[in-house]
């Protein structure tokens, strides 16, 4: 049997394209939650273990990307939203994973720590967090962006806050309010 040129490059090519076009499904889907999200929403960048949830209000896409890369994607789009800011909780699980269980743990939390540097990071068990996340997502929008990650608590939860309104001007508020 004899196949074209056009068919074997066809072939070829198709899953690499549909591999990009899969890449930039996501990023678009995250472009377009963080215009769209505000304080209370959460963003997800989870291991490729962690469930897809029932709740309808809990939106899981998978990206077939690196968590690192996922997770500088939504930092990035975070980061440029003047309506938003980041307040990121991680596992305290993820300090005990040994490297004999979890080959690359290392070298994650400390690719982790240089993108956490400057941000406000609560850590806290991973159960407290899910608690968290689900009853959020009873009133509140979640994505939930699936990466290739295969070590345990690796997920990195993101409860957005107000990226324009703190905690000290809400005082002041509350207190002139009271006068």
Not at 24 to 37: F, G, I, N, S
Not at 136 to 162: E, H, R, W
């Amino acid at each position: 049997m004899k196949i074209s040129y056009r068919k074997s490059a066809f072939v070829l090519l198709f899953p690499l394209l549909a591999s990009l076009l899969a890449g930039c499904a996501w990023q678009k889907t995250l472009k377009d939650r963080v215009a769209v999200y505000g304080h209370r929403n959460w963003i997800v960048v989870a291991d490729s273990a962690y469930p897809k949830q029932s709740n309808p209000g809990i939106e899981t896409v998978q990206t077939g990307s690196s968590q690192i890369e996922v997770l500088k994607a939504v930092l990035k789009e975070i980061e440029g939203a003047p309506h938003v800011q980041a307040v990121v909780m991680l596992d305290s699980e993820l300090d005990s994973v040994t490297e004999a269980d979890a080959p690359g743990v290392e070298a994650y939390r400390a690719e982790l720590k240089k993108l956490l540097a400057h941000k406000q990071v609560k850590v806290m068990q991973h159960e407290k967090i899910i608690r968290e996340l689900d009853e959020g997502a009873k009133l509140f929008n979640v994505l939930l962006l699936k990466s290739d990650m295969t070590i345990p608590y690796t997920s990195v939860f993101i409860q957005l806050d107000c990226g324009y309104w703190d905690a000290e001007k809400e005082a002041r508020l509350r207190k002139a309010l009271k006068k």
